[in-house]
């Protein structure tokens, strides 16, 4: 009996070493690394919170958009007229006119054309002179204007993100217009071009000197509205062009511009403009051929607006291509400079 517990004894003495050792072991392999850890997890949690509450305010903060005077829109649904401020304006004319997908310094180039567009507008003296005293229409006939719920409605679940992008691209330019020799412009502009744009005495009658042909190589790869066909009959293209057309193809007599569209197109006995056939026959673009197939006649076109001035996806290729709004407008408008509404037209801003 005393044998057995001096051996228990003994192998109790041996085994309270051993477990200090396996406690202390465990300690520094479990509690030490955490205790290592935690200062440095604290940091970064504190860290990202700051970045996430810097970024949240940021996104809160509202832009600020400073109408020097309104703008006066006649809307074409209701006749009624609608005062709007000059920055809202271009805001929601850029969200009708130019995707708002689109890079943002095209959009930008875009603000700063409509700003400019209705600038020179006004400053020739329009103030007022349309129905119930409305300085400009909603439509083609000056510049597209859509309110606040037609976007919603065209828009849906993307309008919040479409609109405060458009309104980011309106007020990195508010205040800010295109001159030439220290005058606001007629800042021309369209869809897509042929490659090239369109000097402007060849589509209008004024020649103007900002307005002349440039090269647009980036709209064939991008713009989805670059080639288009339209096919007639005999019979159609001789009531629409009221002509008389025989068999024979080289009816079609066509001259060209510089820029590649037609110029004149001679049919029977008679001779348009590119421009008269393309409104004529709700072509795309004044750039066409002509080819006979059986009875039918298909007009091919290449590019898609009248071809004067900016090529809005001419300036999206730009702005993918890193190019800014000013190396954009410059481009598109030769010799002209980028100004301010005070220093190119302070007699308007007087008169509001």
Do not use: C
Not at 65 to 83: A, G, H
Not at 175 to 180: H, L, Q, V
Not at 309 to 322: F, R
């Amino acid at each position: 009996m005393a044998k057995w517990q001096y051996k228990k004894t003994k192998q109790s003495n041996w085994k309270l070493p051993f477990l200090v050792i396996v406690a202390t072991l465990l300690t520094f392999m479990f509690i030490v690394p955490t205790i290592i850890v935690i200062p440095f997890k604290g940091d970064n949690a504190t860290q990202a919170s700051s970045e996430q509450q810097a970024e949240e305010a940021t996104a809160a903060a509202p832009v600020t958009l400073d109408s020097p005077f309104d703008v006066n829109v006649l809307r074409s649904e209701t006749d009624e007229v609608e005062k709007v401020p000059l920055e809202d304006y271009v805001v929601h004319v850029v969200a009708s006119e130019m995707p708002a997908d689109f890079e943002l310094e095209a959009l930008k180039a875009q603000a700063l054309a409509a700003r400019t567009y209705i600038t020179q507008y006004l400053s020739q003296g329009q103030q007022g002179k349309l129905e119930g005293g409305a300085d400009v229409t909603d439509t083609v006939q000056h510049q597209v204007y859509k309110s606040t719920e037609e976007l919603r409605q065209v828009w849906g679940s993307d309008y919040h993100w479409k609109m405060d992008k458009i309104t980011e691209a309106v007020a990195a330019t508010q205040g800010k217009i295109i001159t030439y020799s220290n005058q606001p412009i007629t800042p021309a502009f369209f869809s897509t071009s042929n490659g090239y744009t369109e000097n402007s005495e060849d589509y209008w009658e004024g020649e103007l000197p900002y307005l002349r042909t440039v090269e647009s190589p980036w709209d064939e790869e991008i713009s989805p509205k670059f080639f288009d066909q339209k096919i007639f009959t005999k019979a159609e293209l001789e009531k629409k062009l009221d002509v008389t057309i025989s068999s024979q193809i080289n009816d079609f007599q066509l001259t060209r511009t510089e820029s590649k569209r037609v110029a004149t197109a001679k049919i029977g006995d008679n001779t348009f403009t590119g421009r008269d056939i393309r409104e004529l026959l709700g072509l795309p673009s004044n750039d066409f051929t002509i080819s006979k197939k059986d009875d039918h006649y298909v007009f091919t076109t290449k590019g898609y607006g009248h071809g004067v001035g900016m090529s809005q996806y001419g300036a999206n290729g730009m702005a993918k291509e890193g190019k800014t709004y000013e190396e954009i407008i410059e481009y598109y408008y030769q010799g002209v400079q980028v100004s301010t509404l005070e220093k190119a037209t302070p007699k308007l801003l007087v008169k509001k």
